[in-house]
């Protein structure tokens, strides 16, 4: 449970919030449920955000890494292949 309520002092609560609220309880309870609820759907819109964000970061840095060696593997341009020995079998 949420702070570490036991039965006994959520029973307290239960009763604190009827003599304070009386009948408009339901309405008290209706409203914090969709303040809850405006509060999630908000922290989700930023957190959609924040993941664009970073998709986005994240393509621009591999894009950069590719422009700056496009080829990693590749030989360098004063490369020649080695000799072929005749003699050698299997070389051709």
Not at 36 to 65: C, P, Q, Y
Request: include cysteine.
């Amino acid at each position: 449970m949420p702070f570490n309520l036991g039965f006994g002092e959520l029973f307290l609560l239960a009763i604190v919030a009827i003599i304070v609220f009386g009948g408009q309880l339901p309405d008290v309870a209706r409203k914090v449920g969709r303040g809850v609820t405006e509060f999630k759907a908000g922290m989700s819109g930023h957190l959609n955000e924040i993941r664009s964000d970073v998709d986005i970061r994240e393509d621009l840095d591999i894009r950069a890494d590719l422009e700056a060696d496009p080829a990693p593997d590749a030989p360098p341009a004063d490369w020649e292949p080695p000799p072929q020995d005749k003699d050698c079998p299997g070389m051709s």
